[in-house]
Nanobody, 118 residues
């Protein structure tokens, strides 16, 4: 059964760092396009970062470039989001998303709350 579980969220001061982790089960996430989204209260869900299953292609929203890094740990079947220099506007629920290589079905985790506040 396909399942994604995010963890690592919490409360951090501006300028601080957090590392989010998305643990996949029921599939090998190295075969999938993996991405992180976030949604702040009252705002649309937005793409933060993604990583394809080949060529190591990654990309980021302009708002997080230079601060966030998406990476995979294939041994743990996880994808992580390292978030540095956090800003209050980064406050949101962060979701992990997987896209299957053939069916292109999408799967979402339940989300993890990130709050950046003094």
């Amino acid at each position: 059964q396909v399942q994604l579980v995010e963890s690592g969220g919490g409360v951090v001061q501006p300028g601080g760092s957090l590392r989010l982790s998305c643990v996949a089960s029921g599939f090998t996430c190295s075969d999938y396009t993996m991405s992180w989204y976030r949604q702040a209260p009252g705002k649309e869900r937005e793409l933060v970062a993604y990583s394809t299953d080949f060529h190591g292609l990654t990309d980021y929203a302009d708002s997080v470039k230079g601060r966030f890094t998406i990476y995979r740990d294939n041994a743990k079947n996880t994808v992580a989001l390292q978030m540095n220099s956090l800003k209050p506007e980064d406050t949101a629920v962060y979701y992990c998303k997987a896209i299957a290589p053939m069916s292109r079905r999408t799967y979402w985790g339940q989300g993890t709350q990130v709050t950046v506040s003094s």
